[in-house]
């Protein structure tokens, strides 16, 4: 695993300690509860997936920027929507926006099998290099995340890492019977709320959570390859 020490005076340890004080600090009094969630928020080296003059910041609880007007959420609510999603070692689970790939490597760390959609092309590239060289088996594809991965489906689990207006029918269609979505989704009285919704037998289950703030869900690809 690579160690790209942040402000180029961090070492393998300190990170390690970061970490664990972003989990004991930051997830742990705000109830992530799921311990396989907090151990893979521990052990992934949160600053190998943030430009380096925003290393020092890579284990504060905020968003950072990453290029493109798009972000790497807050560690909280990565921690919360992976533990919405209740997935189980082994499960097959559809990312649309890898960005940074830091939600991917979470996932991953956990056993599960990620094929992530990713609408920038340079950002899909740099986010499939940094997962590969630290190991995991991400599957990245550049493209439109509304679409989805219809190639790679089904997938036990979905989740969404940009707000939409909607839960779109792709999505539906390539979730396995049974499977949970997770999304930031815009509302009515506005700003955007985590929805997370079941898909049984005879239909779907919705469940509304935190208020949030994602950056918008954006149409078609990005192949430009102007730096980022």
């Keep these: 695993m690579p160690d790209r020490s942040p402000g180029g005076g961090r070492t393998m340890q300190d990170w390690r300690s970061a970490a664990r004080d972003m989990v004991e600090s930051q997830l742990i009094p705000r109830n992530i509860r799921n311990e396989e969630v907090l151990k893979a928020m521990a052990s992934v080296p949160r600053h190998l997936f943030v430009p380096i003059r925003y290393a020092e910041d890579a284990y504060i609880d905020r968003p950072l920027p990453i290029g493109r007007r798009q972000t790497?959420?807050?560690?909280?609510?990565?921690?919360?929507?992976?533990?919405?999603?209740?997935?189980?070692?082994?499960?097959?689970?559809?990312?649309?926006?890898?960005?940074?790939?830091?939600?991917?490597?979470?996932?991953?760390?956990?056993?599960?099998?990620?094929?992530?959609?990713?609408?920038?092309d340079l950002l899909a590239k740099r986010a499939q290099k940094l997962l590969s060289d630290m190991g995991f088996g991400v599957k990245v594809f550049h493209g439109d995340g509304r679409l989805g991965w219809v190639e790679a489906a089904p997938f036990d689990r979905v989740i969404v890492t940009a707000a939409s207006e909607r839960v779109e029918p792709a999505w539906e269609d390539q979730l396995a019977p049974g499977g949970r979505l997770v999304v930031p989704q815009d509302v009515m009285t506005g700003g955007q709320r985590l929805l997370v919704r079941r898909k049984g037998d005879s239909g779907y289950a919705d469940t509304w959570y935190d208020y949030c703030r994602f950056v918008p869900l954006l149409e078609g690809k990005d192949d430009r390859g102007a730096p980022l």
Aim: aromatic share 6%; net charge negative.
């Design 72 to 120: 790497i959420s807050q560690p909280y609510m990565v921690a919360k929507m992976t533990e919405l999603l209740e997935a189980e070692k082994g499960m097959k689970v559809l990312e649309i926006g890898t960005g940074s790939g830091y939600q991917s490597a979470v996932l991953a760390s956990m056993g599960l099998d990620i094929w992530s959609v990713e609408r920038v």
